[in-house]
């Protein structure tokens, strides 16, 4: 079939497409999800990768659960401007995406990735422009330790960078880095820009317990051929990988059903009749949702040559109704085979339909005139279900995974909920103490720094901004001090607005405008993070299409740069104009 894809070969590959549906049918295989990729590989060597689409779509009948494959047609039909097409597309992912369930947690895994890449994102962004807003404060008042020296800025403005920088110095988990960072602003920062720092903890202990969800599904992947990407997605290894082994996905019933459902596939298309039935008969024995197991035991049982038995099966699992479409299509094939055309006649309008509505599955019932029998896959529910309620897995795990050794570091697996839960408390106590001792502050507008207790709140404005007299002070020294100092503080948030979007916004007192932004910033951050890596290692449609969404997502990074730098420009210039703190230049 690869060979006979090509440009203006439709014929030669629709020939090909019905040969390997009849010989599929015949060992109970849904879908072949390889087919796809392995053309688009041929037509991306042989330069006519932008011509492939007609037998792409071609291939799609005997690769219906291959959602990369739904996913890069929906994408030409709309590039195509296809619009039947990309409705018929979408709707063929959808139900890939419905059917297709262990191949599911391999999207599912892009999906955490995704998150957890984004969430790190958001909270390297917020600890640094927290730390930032609040660097002109912590000096002040580390130079309050060094009163006896000559020039004892200098030595603050020292330990202040020695305080950003040492963590990164040691190798500290970028994770770990940005809730000290966090903690170290904190005195400093009013309740708004509270709020920003609490999330991007928060959201620093969804990463953690995000990596013991990737640890507690990684066994479910190695037991398939393939990973949970390969063939249907649930080809199951033979011999020791059988769940009876102990080697078994995750422990529970629910899994070791699932487990017993893949092996019986497996048996069906390796060509084992008698022990498929077995494994069959041992589900239904089982209990829970048996419409499945009853149309797959009833294909082995025709395939054996027991017509009635597999008829009675095929019945009984119409009437479980949810595999009404294929079981009703399986009676019908046999009805006519056994010549019992009456009874055909009757079921063949529901039949029809039935096979027709399996979205994504391009089933053409006047074309299956060879006795077709279509097998049931297994459920995506039963998979999501069943993953979510094995939450203490998660949770087991998360101290060893991989995210632990990549963001947390030195912290020990066991402490990182409890560092994460100190970081909150601590930036909820320092707002507390920061009404009771004398602290320094930096006026928003102006960057003038004084000492103040109490609530600071109201106290980041200084008396002369907040009485709108900007540089009209005093003539002489002080009005030239004065006129440095909003100088030196507008190049600085200036400075910061351009390297850090969103901080010129921070320092206009615009906390929760400024933690959207961030958050959109993080999330196509976070997009072209994992897409960049996927598009380099995956090949085939996934890393062509992961190619162009790291494409797009850079971009959008870029664009959200430039705007976020534009805005919170614009921002702090707003904020001294009211204040009228625009004055001359020096």
């Known amino acids: 079939m690869v060979e006979a894809a090509g440009p203006g070969k439709g014929e030669a590959l629709e020939r090909e497409v019905r040969a390997l549906r009849r010989a599929m049918f015949d060992h109970a295989i849904l879908s072949i999800n390889a087919v796809p990729d392995r053309i688009f590989d041929r037509a991306a060597r042989e330069g006519w990768k932008r011509r492939s689409y007609e037998s792409l779509r071609a291939v799609a009948r005997v690769a219906p659960l291959s959602v990369p494959l739904w996913a890069w047609l929906a994408r030409e039909d709309a590039t195509r401007f296809r619009l039947e097409e990309f ?18 947690l391999g999207y599912a895994v892009w999906l955490v990735l995704f998150g957890s890449a984004s969430a790190c994102w958001f909270a390297v962004w917020a600890s640094l422009n927290l730390l930032l807003r609040a660097r002109p404060a912590l000096t002040s008042d580390v130079a309050r330790l060094f009163k006896g020296l000559p020039r004892p800025e200098v030595f603050a403005s020292g330990v202040v960078l020695a305080g950003f920088v040492a963590p990164v110095a040691f190798g500290v988990g970028i994770a770990a880095a940005a809730v000290f960072w966090t903690a170290l602003s904190t005195p400093y920062l009013r309740r708004g820009e509270l709020v920003i720092g609490g999330t991007s903890i928060l959201l620093l202990a969804g ?25 249907e997605g649930y080809y199951y290894r033979s011999g020791s990988g059988s769940a009876d082994s102990g080697h078994g996905p995750l422990t529970g019933p629910q899994w070791e059903r699932m487990a017993r459902f893949a092996r019986a596939r497996a ?53 479980l109704g ?16 056994e010549f019992r055309l009456e009874r055909a006649a009757q079921v063949q309008p529901v039949a029809w339909a ?59 697996g066991g402490w990182v909920l409890g560092f994460l839960a100190a970081g909150l408390v601590w930036a909820a106590l320092w707002k507390l103490l920061s009404r009771k001792i004398w602290m320094s502050s930096v006026c928003r507008s102006c960057g003038a720094g004084t000492l103040i207790v109490g609530s600071r709140e109201a106290a ?44 010129g916004a921070l320092w206009a007192g615009k906390e929760f405008r ?73």
């Not at 599904?217 to 063939?231: S, T």
């Not at 949810?322 to 085979?337: E, H, V």
Request: aromatic share 10%; hydrophobic share 45%.
């Open 514 to 586: 400024t933690m959207l932004y961030g958050i959109l910033l993080s999330l196509f951050a976070g997009l072209f993070t994992v897409s960049w890596s996927a598009g380099r290692l995956a090949g085939g449609l996934i890393g062509d299409m992961q190619t162009d969404i790291w494409r797009a997502a850079l971009g959008a990074v870029a664009v959200l740069w430039l705007f976020g730098a534009a805005w919170g420009w614009r921002s702090f210039e707003t904020l001294q104009l009211y204040h009228n703190v625009s004055g001359e230049r020096l």
């Open 322 to 337: 949810r595999t009404g479409g294929r079981a009703q299509w399986n009676a019908y094939q046999l009805y006519l085979q």
């Open 354 to 412: 039935g096979i027709r509505g399996l979205a994504p599955f391009d089933y053409r019932a006047e074309e299956m005139t060879h006795g077709e029998l279509v097998a049931s896959p297994l459920r995506v529910g039963d998979v999501w279900k069943t993953l979510f309620t094995e939450r203490e897995e998660g949770l087991r795990d998360a101290p060893g995974s991989s995210f632990h050794d990549l963001f947390f570091r030195p912290v020990p």
């Open 207 to 231: 990463v953690f317990l995000c990596g013991g969800f990737l640890e507690a599904i990684h066994p479910v992947a190695g037991m398939a051929r393939g990973g949970w990407l390969g063939g």
């Open 87 to 104: 409705l018929s597309d979408v709707d063929g992912l959808s139900g890939a995406l419905r059917q297709y369930a262990p191949g599911l």
């Open 460 to 503: 980041d404005i200084c008396n002369a901004c907040g009485a709108q007299v900007g540089k009209g002070v005093r003539g002489g020294e002080e009005r030239e001090r004065r006129g440095l100092s909003i100088s030196l503080h507008r190049r600085y948030v200036r400075a910061c607005s351009v390297l850090f979007p969103g901080a």
């Open 267 to 319: 048996e069906m298309q390796g060509g084992d009749l008698r022990a498929a039935e077995s494994l069959w008969t041992g589900l239904i024995e089982g209990g829970g949702d048996l419409a499945g197991a009853y149309n797959d035991r009833g294909i082995v049982r025709v395939r054996l040559g027991r017509m009635e038995e597999g008829l009675a099966d095929f019945e009984a699992a119409a009437k």
